[in-house]
């Protein structure tokens, strides 16, 4: 089965988040880049959805971004 993948700014749309944000969490790590086709980013969907869900989350449970980097390192 094919994954289904999204760009950075199909993220912005689909997820309803900053594009400055998606750049931020990619380059802290928590967005992981599957794959690069020039300047355009490329993504798992699945993963997305679930880091963000996760990052969500985390973040109401009163974690800053740099212990929800942590978590999220060590869970994989």
């Known amino acids: 089965m094919e994954k289904k993948t999204i760009s950075a700014q ?3 749309t689909k997820f309803n988040m900053p594009y400055y944000t998606v750049n931020y969490y990619t380059a802290i790590g928590l967005l992981p880049v599957s794959a690069k086709v020039g300047n355009k980013r490329i993504y798992e969907e699945s993963i ?3 880091r963000l869900q996760k990052i969500s989350e985390l973040a109401r449970e009163g974690y800053p971004l740099n212990l929800i980097q942590k978590k999220l390192s060590e869970a994989e």
Do not use: S
Request: net charge negative.
């Open 10 to 12: 199909e993220i912005v």
């Open 48 to 50: 997305v959805r679930e």
